[in-house]
């Protein structure tokens, strides 16, 4: 089922989500509207709290996007093991309809969370996957991808946001 995805500045999305203690047929059915969600809204990640869970889960697939690795992958209490290198990306969020913001981030990254079925899950990610899981990973602990910028930098993104927002209101 799709769902609604909320977007900034709703207070949900500020807010660190809760880990999920069981994974049962309620989380199972919650990750799938995640996916319905996420396919319907052509994005590559989505955190529980886009659609209004406050719960530790996250989804990804990258094979719309072209020249990068396919991932698809489901994570439940994900963490972030270790990072290196660094990546600078411009980056969209289903939560900021039309905004784009150049973000730097670890090139690198192993990860480890739960699986669907409940299963410890560790692997390492790299490029663009990477990019995407360190983008829900912050959306997880209360942070937006304007978070990850300074000064100047954010307030213009937020302006510009601001304009798009507005500019949607006049569409009938
Ligand atoms: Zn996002």
Redesign the pocket.
């Known amino acids: 089922m799709v769902r609604e995805i909320v977007t900034y500045p709703a207070e949900i999305l500020k807010k660190p989500t809760e880990k999920v203690d069981v994974v049962d047929r309620e989380i199972r059915s919650l990750i799938r509207d995640m996916f319905d969600t996420m396919y319907q809204a052509e ?1 590559v ?3 529980a709290n ?1 659609i209004g869970v406050p719960l530790r889960i996250m989804v990804i697939d990258t094979t719309p996007k072209e020249e990068a690795p396919d991932l698809k992958l489901v994570l439940i209490n994900p963490e972030l093991v270790s990072s290196e290198g660094k990546i600078k990306y411009k ?6 309809p039309g905004l784009t913001v150049e973000v730097e981030r670890a090139m690198k990254v192993k990860v480890r969370g739960l699986s669907e079925e409940g299963e410890e899950v560790e692997l390492e990610l790299e490029g663009f996957p990477a990019i995407v899981f360190q ?2 990973l ?2 997880l602990d209360g942070i ?2 304007i978070d990850r910028l300074k000064g100047w930098r954010r307030r213009i993104a937020l302006e510009k946001y601001k304009k798009l927002l507005k500019e949607g209101e006049r569409v009938p």
């Open positions: 994005g990640g989505l955190a886009q980056e969209g969020c289903l939560s900021f983008h829900e912050d959306h937006t991808f």
